[in-house]
């Protein structure tokens, strides 16, 4: 149906930045909405940053003013521009998208994931 391919994740130091990107393929109709989601060993899978198709932005409260999402509709594809990275934003993040994938039926998928690691 729907495939996301992310990229972008690495090893940075403290303080640094990173950019990830995640570009959709398949069936798609209508992006509903796409974000980020991130996971650190030991701790649930937490909401980062989500866009929707009328370009409204959510983001977690530990990530405001240093993370910036944003959509290139006409690619289907999400960045995430992370700046000041702290050691706690360690985590595997994952892409998200809820997409209509005919006129009638939508669903969700997740990306396979991309590790980030900050170093102190």
């Known amino acids: 149906q729907v495939q996301l391919a992310e990229s972008g994740g690495g090893l940075v130091q403290a303080g640094g930045s990173l950019t990830l990107s995640c570009v959709a393929s398949g069936s798609i109709f209508r992006i509903i909405v796409m974000g980020w989601y991130r996971q650190a060993p030991g701790k649930q899978r937490e909401l980062v940053a989500s866009?929707?198709?009328?370009?409204?932005?959510d983001y977690a409260d530990s990530v405001k003013g240093r993370f910036t999402i944003s959509r290139d509709n006409g690619q289907n594809t999400v960045y995430l521009q992370m700046n000041s990275l702290k050691p706690e934003d360690t985590a595997i993040y994952y892409c998200?998208?809820?997409?209509?994938?005919?006129?009638?039926?939508?669903?969700?998928?997740w990306g396979q994931g991309t590790q980030v690691t900050v170093s102190s």
């Open positions: 998200n998208t809820r997409t209509y994938y005919s006129t009638t039926s939508w669903n969700e998928f």
């Open positions: 866009i929707n198709s009328g370009h409204s932005i």
